[in-house]
């Protein structure tokens, strides 16, 4: 069993930037991908990024790539999502999520119903 809690959304305004946190808890993190899923309104949860618990390799859609960066901690147990250049395309609520036994590629090509584990989400809102 993984918990998964996010924190650190909110209101920023066009070309800000804002760090997400996500604390997980739970047995054999290191053998979990983990990742970031954002669900704007009206649309389909879908992949941000993802990162290996184990080597920290990482993954990223190509909406987002060059302005997010992910990232763990693996003494603190937190996973971030470091978002710059922010957009009002990037508004959603952000999830965390974690999949046992699969890559961080494995994990971001996937259909996000096939993790394991979500946190409760936190909601972004980019205002122009």
């Known amino acids: 069993q993984v918990q998964l809690v996010e924190s650190g959304g909110g209101l920023v305004h066009a070309g800000d930037s804002l760090r997400l946190s996500c604390a997980a808890s739970?047995?054999?993190?290191?053998?979990?991908?983990m990742g970031w899923f954002r669900r704007a309104p009206g649309l389909e949860r879908e992949f941000v990024a993802t990162?290996?618990?184990?080597?920290?390799?990482?993954y990223y859609a190509p909406s987002v790539k060059g302005r997010f960066t992910i990232s763990r901690d693996n003494v603190k147990n937190m996973m971030y999502l470091q978002m710059d250049s922010l957009i009002p395309g990037d508004t959603a609520v952000y999830y965390c999520?974690?999949?046992?036994?699969?890559?961080?590629?494995?994990?971001?090509?996937?259909?996000?119903?096939?993790?394991?584990?979500w946190g409760q989400g936190t909601q972004v809102f980019v205002s122009s």
């Open positions: 990162i290996s618990w184990n080597d920290g390799s990482t």
């Open positions: 739970g047995r054999a993190l290191e053998t979990y991908a």
């Open positions: 999520a974690a999949r046992r036994g699969v890559s961080a590629v494995d994990m971001g090509v996937a259909t996000p119903n096939d993790n394991d584990y």
